[in-house]
């Protein structure tokens, strides 16, 4: 019996190539079916979506998504690792906080944009509030989780040799927790973008992927709705598999040997 447990190397390419393969089939069939104004070609997406790129106007929407992600995403980072990993040690504030997290997470991001709104005003801010929400919850989750599992003996033995609750947290629960905390960024990459995305499209404040994207459907313009899609998806998968996934095989190189 074979004891692979991932598919790794050229087949794992292969299997993204077959999936991109038939998501644009399926585009390319519906297209088909119905009339272009209602839903453009695949040849037609991708000759707006290269003339689009080379524009300044696309240069700052670009731009101003990727800013607002990084500044929310990061923020998130850093809080869901941290309180991830004092819940380690102060067990009582783990439990608050992941009851918190479990009773918060089941409100939908994009519900906060109102408030956040009345609260800091139209800007960058709110939408970056937004996205560190969305990316914070599965953070956290995934580090408090992982850290319950760690065996105690090496608690017990870091305890033994004098090591305080600061070095408990470097030397025994962050190697520890490393693959789930890896797993947990790129779940939370996924909420940050969705949160972005329709955070920009709702408050149409400022340049941005969303905002263009909404704008594409307030005139009716499909080409452009579809390109704006087609897009965010691009970048999605490139964030996602160039940078999280280089960084997962770095991290865990011994998972993969």
């Known amino acids: 019996m074979s004891s692979q447990r991932r598919v790794t190397g050229y087949r794992k390419k ?25 839903m453009p070609g695949v040849p037609t997406v991708l000759e ?6 080379q524009t300044p106007a696309f240069r700052i929407a670009l731009w101003g998504s990727l800013t607002r992600l990084g500044g929310g995403y990061g923020a998130a980072l850093l809080l869901g690792i941290g309180f991830g ?17 479990i009773i918060l997470q089941s409100i939908p991001s994009i519900a906060w944009v109102p408030l956040f709104l009345i609260l800091m005003g139209f800007g960058n801010l709110p939408i970056i509030v937004v996205v560190a929400i969305a990316a914070f919850f599965p953070a956290a989750l995934s580090v408090m989780n992982a850290t319950e599992s760690v065996q105690q003996v090496h608690v017990s033995a870091a ?5 305080s609750r600061l070095g ?10 490393m693959p789930e905390l890896i797993t947990g960024a ?21 340049k941005g992927l969303g905002r263009t994207l909404a704008y594409s459907g307030e005139t ?26 280089n960084l997962k095989h770095r991290l865990l190189r011994y998972q993969y040997v």
């Open 85 to 101: 990993l004092i819940g380690a040690v102060l067990f009582f504030f783990r439990e608050v906080l992941k009851s918190a997290i």
């Open 159 to 163: 305890r033994v040799m004098g090591a």
């Open 168 to 177: 408990m947290l470097r030397r025994v629960y962050l190697p520890a927790v």
């Open 14 to 38: 292969f299997a993204m190539v077959l999936a991109i393969a038939f998501i644009l089939l399926m585009w390319q069939i519906a297209a088909w079916s119905l009339p272009d104004f209602l």
């Open 186 to 206: 790129q779940l939370a990459f996924g909420n940050a973008w969705r949160a972005l995305i329709s955070a920009e499209m709702l408050i149409g404040f400022g």
């Open 48 to 53: 707006r979506l290269w003339n689009e790129v």
């Open 220 to 245: 009716a313009d499909m080409v452009g709705v579809m390109t704006n899609i087609l897009t965010i998806a691009i970048l999605a998968a490139l964030i996602d598999q160039v940078i999280l996934e």
